[in-house]
């Protein structure tokens, strides 16, 4: 079974410059998360979709931070313009759907680095 | 707000000792609890979970974690660890009873760091 899918791996762009990661969870799974990890601390749920609805997106930067899934399936993180703190990993999860016993499985992550 | 306190932010261990990573939560709720690793580079991945029942808890690679609810603990322990547990480790958790918001809450993470 493939994993939750994530791209680019890596990317460097300076200040007030825009990004965007991609993000396409396993296969049937109707819940998508997007959390950001600053180095040293865990993971910060950024946004919740049930399908292609918002759940939650309490902690998400509506200034500067976007996100949509607008077929359901795959997901986009946006982030313009970006500052200094945003260098953080951005993980990409789905579950089959929501609840305790609903296991979350994370993609490998999108480094992001603001110079 | 739910949310855990890893009390110890590294651990270095040797080789096929046994290691303990102390988790605690503070919630006025029944909680769900859980713990992750993330190798490096990579994402998390679940190593247990506990929902409800038996308060000890085996895990996959060897890892397990009892739930003591009168000490608000969920500790993680493997008896003898290689070098391929180096990694870090996330206790995580979710309020139950009462509400729809599952959102899962991370702690600080430890970072287990094998040594031959």
């Not at chain 1, 993000?23 to 819940?31: D, E, K, W």
């Not at chain 1, 986009?76 to 951005?90: F, G, M, R």
């Not at chain 2, 929902?51 to 003898?80: D, W, Y």
Request: charged share 15%.
């Amino acid at each position: 079974e493939a994993g939750v899918a994530q791209s680019p791996r890596y990317k460097i762009i300076e200040k007030r410059q825009s990004v965007a990661f991609w993000c396409n969870p396993i296969s049937g799974h109707a819940t998508l998360y997007w959390y950001q990890q600053i180095l040293g601390q865990g993971p910060k749920l950024l946004i919740q979709f049930q399908n292609n609805g918002v759940v939650d997106d309490s902690q998400l930067p509506k200034d500067r931070f976007s996100a949509e899934r607008l077929k359901g399936v795959d997901s986009t993180l946006k982030i313009q313009p970006a500052k200094l703190e945003d260098s953080a990993v951005y993980l990409c999860a789905s579950s089959f759907g929501t609840g305790p016993g609903n296991t979350i499985y994370f993609g490998e992550g999108s480094w992001l680095t603001v110079v | 707000a739910q949310s855990v306190t890893q009390l110890d932010s590294q651990v270095p261990v040797f080789e096929e000792a046994p290691v303990e990573l102390r988790c605690n939560y503070s919630s006025s709720v029944s909680v769900y609890l859980f713990w992750y690793v993330q190798y490096p580079n990579q994402g998390l991945q679940l190593l247990l979970k506990y929902l409800s029942g038996s308060t000890l808890v085996k895990g996959i690679n060897g890892f397990e974690a009892e739930f003591n609810k009168s000490q608000t603990s969920f500790h993680l322990r493997k008896p003898s660890v290689h070098i391929s547990d180096t990694a870090e480790y996330f206790c995580a958790v979710i309020k139950a009873v009462g509400s729809n918001d599952y959102k899962l809450s991370f702690g600080a993470g430890t970072t287990v760091t094998v040594r031959a």
